[in-house]
């Protein structure tokens, strides 16, 4: 598909880093996986980097104070997801430098791949293009998996954003330097970097730093959506198909996107965890569109503010980018750990027709790029009808929003399969915990 591009807006500007904040927000639940174990007190002064809430297990990261100041609440707070979660409010200390403790840098290629993994984990690093999955748990492949290729994600496909594109071209000694640390962790040879040809100056920039004792290449992509999901850029890439219900490493290959790659690398140049990050704040709602880097944890109207604050008919402001981001209903979410970008968008580019039947014109099947039917999908997840989904290959769904951006009857298709899927992770998880208490029943029996 080829939605409008719309990135002029930010393209070119250069990342700023944002003024601290008065305070900032740090939900335990900002990843894939099980939610951080806190370990902070209310009271406590912390500095920035210090620990908060601890990994609870393989699938999960700590979070760090993104700021130095004083914890002023641990309790619910709203979540970029819609829901509430649990979190630790600091108060930012206004008079403090903001420096970091002072920290041991240790070389990676003195590390084995397990403390590669484990620095990783430890720094809290998840995806960083809108996933939130772990990032460890990528480089530590099951042992049977043949990975041979490292594939880098700088497609950067959804319209409105161009985090990875600035942090291509400002940034590019970064990217390759965490390429390095990937390839030495998954005991690669072989890194390809995709990026939409879209964004020459990026193309530019990591060429020119391309080094020349390591088989690391850029190709550029055609400009087309989702070219920047999984499954679609393997193909793009490699020719390889990832089959149905199968895995990247299925196919030898592990992708990740730059700006995680990125934040591996500047791990292993400061010592300093993932306390930041770069996000586009964009749409015609917003007076002075930006690409900012800003500490984990600021709340939406502290970034707002940061870039003008908003126009007077704005009408809808996205988490994400418009095809597959949600919208939010509080400006005091905080922008977590896998928020790309916040859109802002006015009422003649919103999308607000009221949602009409079905007429059966065939359009999503066309669209999907992993060939399932929206349609049929769609009328099962209105009914509740979740485990025949499931049958209908919904977990190949990848939430791409294209069925939905084609729908001539405005049906939120992709947010329905959003619900569908998590309505069956609860379904699963009940069904789990009922079997485990009937297993006790029969043992005290
Ligand atoms: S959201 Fe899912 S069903 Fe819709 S087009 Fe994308 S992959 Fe296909
Ligand atoms: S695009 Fe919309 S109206 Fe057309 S078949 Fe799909 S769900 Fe129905």
């Avoid at 880098?152 to 409105?160: F, I, R």
């Avoid at 550029?220 to 193909?235: H, N, S």
């Avoid at 060939?371 to 025949?388: D, I, K, T, V």
Wanted: glycine fraction near 10%; include cysteine; charge should be neutral.
């Amino acid at each position: 598909m080829h939605p409008p591009e719309l990135k002029q807006l930010t393209a070119t500007q250069k990342i700023r880093r944002m003024p601290f904040p008065s305070e900032v927000v740090l939900p335990l639940r900002q990843h894939a996986g099980k939610p951080a174990r806190l370990l902070a007190s209310r009271g406590d002064h912390v500095e920035r980097g210090d620990l908060l809430a601890a990994a609870d297990g393989f699938m999960s990261v700590p979070i760090h104070a993104s700021a130095s100041g004083r914890i002023a609440e641990l309790g619910w707070w709203p979540h970029p997801d819609g829901s509430m979660a649990e979190a630790v409010r600091i108060t930012v200390d206004r008079f403090s430098a903001q420096l970091p403790r002072p920290r041991m840098v240790p070389h990676w290629e003195g590390l084995s791949k397990e403390q590669v993994v484990n620095a990783v984990q430890q720094a809290g690093i998840v995806g960083l293009g809108g996933a939130a999955f772990p990032a460890h748990v990528k480089l530590l492949p099951p042992k049977d998996a043949k990975i041979e290729l490292l594939l880098l994600n700088g497609a950067e496909c959804e319209p409105y954003l161009t985090t990875d594109h600035r942090l291509m071209a400002e940034q590019p000694e970064r990217v390759i330097y965490g390429a390095r640390i990937m390839m030495h962790a998954l005991g690669v040879t072989r890194c390809v970097i995709g990026i939409e040809r879209n964004k020459p100056d990026a193309i530019e920039a990591i060429r020119g730093a391309l080094p020349s004792d390591a088989d690391i290449t850029v190709q550029p992509l055609t400009v087309k959506y989702p070219q920047g999901a999984e499954k679609m850029l393997i193909k793009a890439l490699t020719g390889r198909e990832v089959p149905s219900g199968k895995l990247p490493l299925n196919v030898g290959v592990i992708v990740q996107n730059v700006g995680t790659v990125a934040t591996i690398g500047e791990v292993f140049e400061t010592g300093l965890p993932l306390v930041e990050r770069v996000v586009t704040i964009t749409g015609p709602g917003v007076r002075k569109p930006s690409n900012l880097l800003m500490p984990i944890g600021t709340r939406l109207r502290d970034a707002l503010d940061a870039c003008g604050g908003l126009t007077a008919d704005v009408s809808e402001i996205i988490f994400g980018g418009p095809m597959m981001g949600g919208a939010v209903s509080d400006l005091d979410t905080p922008i977590i750990k896998g928020i790309t970008g916040v859109v802002a968008l006015t009422p003649d580019v919103a999308r607000t027709e009221p949602t009409l039947p079905c007429i059966r014109c065939g359009r999503c099947l066309d669209s999907c790029p992993v060939f399932l039917n929206p349609s049929q999908l769609g009328l099962l997840a209105q009914a509740g009808r979740y485990e025949e989904m499931e049958a209908l290959h919904l977990a190949d769904c990848m939430l791409c929003g294209s069925c939905s951006y084609v729908c001539p009857s405005n049906i939120p298709l992709s947010q329905m399969f959003a619900l569908g899927k998590a309505g069956l992770r609860k379904q699963k998880v009940k069904a789990a915990a009922e079997a485990a208490a009937a297993v006790l029943k029969v043992g005290a029996a």
